[in-house]
């Protein structure tokens, strides 16, 4: 059966199951219309928004995105600022909006190192939503796929030593199980808009076998339309695990 929502219909029996972005281009979309970068990350949330509920519209499961990486701290500090108020509203209105629309929000990376407000806001925010049945929406927030390597590894260690796991037992589900993304399946599809071509430290396990998908288009300016193209580009894709 196709799915109507374009020109062109999209074969829904071959779905991405998880679609992973990075919103990159913020800055880019915001300079070229002279205005501050700010107004460029707030572009970039509506975007998030009329995405998730087009990807849980279309039945796609599970959406991963990249909100704000290990490294973005290097940032100045009214931007990293900027970021995280922006990130509280999101979660905030995310318990009005997202939440009717059936949409599960969970955030993945170390939180530890968030405000206490936007820990508390997060913990809020997943509890309301965890029930619902629609897509899940992961926002990596402080999020390194090396850093959440090496946790996964110091736990796993810790587990050996402590908690009588054997070392015999450590295989790549296992490793899987100690991940942020633990019990999802690995990203089919990455997204990556603004014209970079490289995954800046995002899901690095979990995108051993992901197909990936590149456009010059600047986050805020990604339609539903752009995601359909790069849904129907991974219909076409043949995707052999290192088989044949
Ligand atoms: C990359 O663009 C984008 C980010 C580092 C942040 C992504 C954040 C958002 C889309 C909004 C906030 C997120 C949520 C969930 C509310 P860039 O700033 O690196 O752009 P540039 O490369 O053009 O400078």
Redesign the pocket.
């Known amino acids: 059966m196709g799915i109507n929502k374009s020109k062109e219909k999209i074969d829904a029996s071959g779905l991405p199951e998880h679609i992973a972005i990075i ?7 915001a ?1 070229k219309r002279g205005l501050p ?1 700010s107004a ?3 572009a ?2 509506q ?2 928004r009329k995405i998730t509920e087009f990807s849980n519209e279309i039945g796609i499961k599970v959406l991963t ?5 290990t490294e ?1 701290w290097k ?1 100045p500090e009214g931007e990293v600022n900027f ?1 995280m108020d ?2 509280l ?2 979660l905030k209105d995310a318990e009005r909006q997202l939440a009717g629309k059936n949409i599960v929000i969970k955030v993945i990376g170390d939180i530890k190192l968030l405000s206490e407000e936007i820990q508390q806001q997060i913990h809020k925010t997943e509890t309301l939503t965890q029930n619902n049945s629609g897509l899940l929406l992961n ?1 990596a ?1 402080n999020y390194g796929g090396r850093d959440e390597i090496i946790n996964a590894v110091k736990r796993i260690v810790s587990d050996v030593q402590y908690s009588g796991l054997n070392i015999e037992e450590v295989d790549e589900y296992l490793m899987s199980r100690y991940m942020y993304t633990k019990g999802l399946k690995d990203p089919d599809l990455i997204i990556r808009p ?1 014209g ?1 071509l490289r995954l800046s430290n995002f899901l690095l396990w979990q995108s051993a076998y992901s197909e990936l998908w590149f456009s010059n288009i ?2 805020p300016d990604f339609t539903t339309e752009n995601l359909l193209e790069a849904i129907r580009d991974y219909q076409q894709r043949h995707r052999r695990y290192g088989g044949i």
């Not at 919103?23 to 979309?29: F, I, T």
Request: charged residues 20%; without cysteine.
């Open positions: 919103m990159d281009g913020n800055g880019r979309w300079q970068r460029g990350h707030r970039g949330a975007t998030i995105v990249y909100a704000f990486s973005n940032r970021l922006l990130l509203e999101f926002i927030i603004s970079e600047n986050w």
